[in-house]
């Protein structure tokens, strides 16, 4: 299955790919519909970007569990991945990267809200 992939800077899904070093269209990381959806999702490159990382650091601590045989007979080691992926989580999540969003909620209703047509005190 082939998977849809594109690298321009100019565009969002680029600028992501980007930033998490997922330039190789041999082996990507994400389809640009995943990107796509991480961004509509998110609203912003910021507001993706944890989304982005999460599923990095699920692959990575997917992978850091099992355990391969190489040619050379090391067993790879993502722990230094899982730690840079965390610490890019936190920077995206809580720290100066962090998308800020407002929630309001109603306080109910005001003495001087204007009552439903049909509706007395």
Sequence with gaps: MAVDFTYDLATDIGEIRFLISDTKAEAPAFSDAE???MLTRGG???GAMPKVIQALLMDRARRARTYTRVE???DPDDA???AALTTMLDLYTTGPLA???VRVKSMGRGPSDPLPPGVTR
């Design 35 to 37: 990107l796509a959806a």
């Design 44 to 46: 912003s490159i910021a």
């Design 72 to 74: 050379s007979g090391v």
């Design 99 to 101: 998308s800020r969003m």
């Design 80 to 82: 230094t991945t899982v």
